[in-house]
């Protein structure tokens, strides 16, 4: 296995870039109608070995007479989303700051509703080994992190530790993010062709069971829990199929608490059914590991707090002008009609208090904190 080096970390997500292009260039998606008629097929990407929310929603019978259509599995929000924005997919999901990255190209697209984050069971983790010397951000200088795709969530909680660590940006600049497949992450820690392994999810609790690995920090350390991605579509496709998008995203809200009120073992147990059904030869093992989807907002309602943390971050970086963003327009809580979902309403997991067995975390997101203890 090999792992594929980053020319400069500081080019973050500036592919998108392309992405806008096609889109202003008139892509259009397939599918959608221009008539009176709402097309009744999503086609999307899916994630090997994992159920997704829209997946999950329709096998709840969520979606209604809304059909999704698989079209391959992406590793890689930031492809994902782009693959939405460029009509080769009608939805596509990824960390926040990639949507927000998206958006500043120009790309025609709206966060309609969350669907990753971080709390105390869903949460990112850096691993080292247990006789890895790492105990602290410095330590970082001179190594590699392996991570499943370059800027986008993991290389963003990177920099913030990072720099909460102490370290300048030319010091940061020497610690070596790369992209490494998540399946075989655990495996080039182990083998130590990184000295950092990013995992998170089933993944991460399969390679805790198996031992010999230990955390240095986590994104829920770093900013509380906090709802971390969102699903996007295009403008275009939210004005052709207004219902189909309602359909959708209600749908998935009501999955997202469906998966929170339901017992553990029958989440887990749905789940292993679904991906047996769906015959793509994969491993279900894994499934046992799953916990949380780490959406904090009750039935993943945008606050644009989580966009805008992300905004903030990016200009901060130089990788945006605050003005190339409208916070208002980059997303719409317009198609969420769950009957619980209404703004402000608290969730379980916002309010949630850190078993003694999770990592500890702050009260809120921020990105001013005083630099992380969690490599003591």
Not at 76 to 92: E, H, K, N, V
């Amino acid at each position: 296995m090999t792992t594929l080096n980053a020319s400069t970390r500081r080019n973050f997500l500036t592919l998108l870039g392309l992405s806008a292009v096609a889109v202003s260039c008139g892509t259009t998606a397939n599918g959608a109608s221009s008539g009176k008629g709402q097309t009744k097929t999503l086609r999307y990407q899916g994630w090997a070995g994992q159920v997704t929310l829209p997946e999950l929603a329709e096998d709840l019978g969520y979606l209604k007479d809304v059909k999704l259509k698989w079209v391959g599995n992406t590793t890689s929000g930031p492809q994902d989303i782009q693959s939405t924005a460029t009509g080769q997919t009608d939805f596509g999901g990824a960390f926040n700051g990639a949507v927000v990255k998206l958006a500043a190209n120009k790309a025609p697209v709206k966060a309609v509703i969350s669907y990753y984050g971080s709390d105390k069971d869903a949460y990112n983790g850096y691993y080292v080994l247990d006789d890895s010397p790492i105990r602290s951000a410095r330590d970082l200088i001179g190594k590699k992190v392996g991570m499943n795709t370059l800027g986008a969530h993991a290389e963003a909680l990177l920099d913030i530790y990072l720099e909460r660590g102490g370290l300048s940006p030319g010091q940061a600049g020497k610690v070596e993010p790369l992209v490494v497949p998540p399946v075989n992450t655990e495996q080039s820690l182990r083998q130590r062709q990184i000295e950092v392994a990013v995992l998170g999810g089933i993944l991460r609790d399969k390679a805790l069971a198996k031992g010999g690995i230990r955390r240095l920090f986590t994104d829920y350390e770093l900013l509380g829990a906090f709802s971390a991605g969102t699903y996007v579509m295009t403008d275009r496709f939210l004005q052709q199929n207004p219902d189909t998008a309602r359909t959708f995203v209600t749908a998935v809200g009501r999955a997202i608490e469906w998966s929170r009120s339901t017992p553990r073992e029958e989440v887990v147990a749905r789940m292993t059914d679904i991906v047996k059904k769906r015959g793509r030869n994969e491993e279900v093992a894994p499934l046992r590991y799953w916990k949380s989807y780490g959406v904090v907002e009750t039935a993943g309602r945008i606050k644009g707090k989580e966009l805008q943390l992300w905004i903030d971050w990016l200009a901060k970086r130089g990788d945006i002008e605050k003005s190339q963003v409208t916070l208002s327009e980059l997303y719409t809580n317009e198609f969420n009609a769950h009957s619980g979902g209404g703004a402000g309403l608290p969730s379980a997991a916002s309010s949630s208090t850190p078993s003694s067995s999770a990592p500890s975390s702050p009260s809120s997101p921020s990105l001013s904190a005083s630099p992380s203890k969690s490599g003591r």
